[in-house]
C-alpha cells in the first residue's frame, strides 16, 4: 500500500490539453492501457529524458522528434517497454506515431511515443495502432486522473496533482501525472511523467525551467538504484492563460511560476517513492555541512541504496551501524568521522564517532515504527547539503520482481 498517499480527487483541466484513454490489451485484456495526450496548436513543450545507454526506442524516437517539430500529440502505453529490440523497436515506435498523425492530419514528428512495461518482449504495435481511435474519440480535458490510471504498471495508485499561482494577475494553473514504482533512480529523466499548464511561456526558458525542477525532484529519488530505459518527462505550455510571456526576466513572476512549477514536481517525485514497489516507509535523507554537494550526494545514495539499510527500515530496526558503516564506505575522502552527527528525526543517534551518550534504544525504535522518517546526516566539511527521498526494502519488493514476467 502508497504511504500516505491518496488517489487525487482535484486535478484541475489544462485550457489546450486534451487526454483520452483506451484499451489496447498490450498485456492485459480489458484494461485502459493506453493515453493518447493533446496539445494545441501554439504551445510549448520541453522534454527529459533517461541516460541510460540502452534507451527504449519510444525514448529514441521522442528525442529526435521534439526537436523537429511543434509536438502535438504524446502517446503512451503501459505493459511493453519497447525496449531491447533494436531496429525492430524503432519501427515500431515510428509506426505509432505515423498512425495518431494520419488520424489527427498532424506531421508524425509532431508526435512523441512513450512506452513502460517490460524490456525485451515483441512488441505488439497492432493492438496499439487498433486502440488508437478509441483514444482520439474519448479526448477531453478534465481526464487526468484516467491518463494517471492508463500509465500504471505495477503502481498501487494513480497519482497525480494541481497547483495554482498568479501572474499579471493571470491564475496560472499547473496538473501533472506520474507513474513508477520500480527500476527507479532517474538521472535526467523522470520515470514517466507529463505536467501540463497554460501559462505563457518562451521554449527556452520552459526548458530550463523543467532542468531546474527535475534536479531538485526527480533526480533526488530512488527505489532501488536502476535507471530506466524509459524515463521520460515532458512538461506542456499552451499559453491559454493570456499572462505577459514569462522568459526568466522579469524575477517576480518567473519567482512565482517556478515556485508553483517545484512544488507540483517535488509533490510527484515523493508519489513515485510513496508507491513504491512493496513500500511501507518513506525515508528522507538530508546530508548536511558537507565539503561540496558531490560528496553529500554520494553519502545520501550510498545510504538509500544499501540492502542492509533498507531492510533495517522494513523490520523498524533502529540498528544504525548499518547507517554509520554506509557513511564510511560512500568514498568522502579524509572523512573526521569524530565531527559527524547523525539523527532520526530530532533523535541523535551518533555523535563523536559513537553512539550519542543521551541515545537509548526505545527513542530510536519509536522514531522507527513511523511511517515517515527524516535521517540527517551532518559531516562537519562545509556549507553544502543535499536531499533524496528513498524507501525500504520489503518482502513485496522482491515478490513483485521475481514475479514481474508472470
Known sequence: MAVGLNIPDNLLPIAGIRLGTAAAGIKYPDRQDLLLIEISEGSHSAAVFTQNAFCAAPVQVARANITSAATRYLLV???????GLGAEGITCAKASCDTVAKLAGCDAKAVLPFSTGVIGETFPVERLEAAIPDAIASLKEDAWLAA?????????????????CVIDGKTITITGIVKGAGMIRPDMATLLTYIGTDANVAPEYLQACLKKVVGVSFNRITVDGDTSTNDSCVLMATGAANNSLLDGKDKAASES??????????YLAQAAIRDAEGVT????????SGADESECNDVAYTIAHSPLVKTALFAADPNWGRILAAIGRAGVADLNINALEIYL???????????????????GQHVMDKDEIT???KLGRGSASTRVWTCDLSY?????NAEYRS
Do not use: P
Not at 77 to 83: E, F, P, Q, R
Not at 149 to 154: D, G, K, N, W, Y
Not at 396 to 400: F, L
Open 281 to 288: 516507509k518513506l525515508l528522507t535523507i538530508d546530508v548536511e
Open 396 to 400: 513485496d519488493y522482491v515478490k513483485i
Open 257 to 266: 511560476f517556478e515556485a508553483a512549477l517545484e512544488k507540483v514536481f517535488i
Open 77 to 83: 502505453n503501459s505493459g511493453n517497454a519497447n525496449a
Open 375 to 377: 535521517l540527517t546526516v
Open 345 to 363: 528525526d530530532d533523535v541523535c543517534i551518533v555523535r563523536s564517532g559513537a553512539r550519542a551518550n543521551d541515545y537509548t534504544e526505545e527513542a
Open 148 to 164: 494517471a490510471e492508463a500509465i500504471m504498471t505495477t503502481d498501487t495508485i494513480a497519482k497525480g496533482v494541481s497547483e495554482r
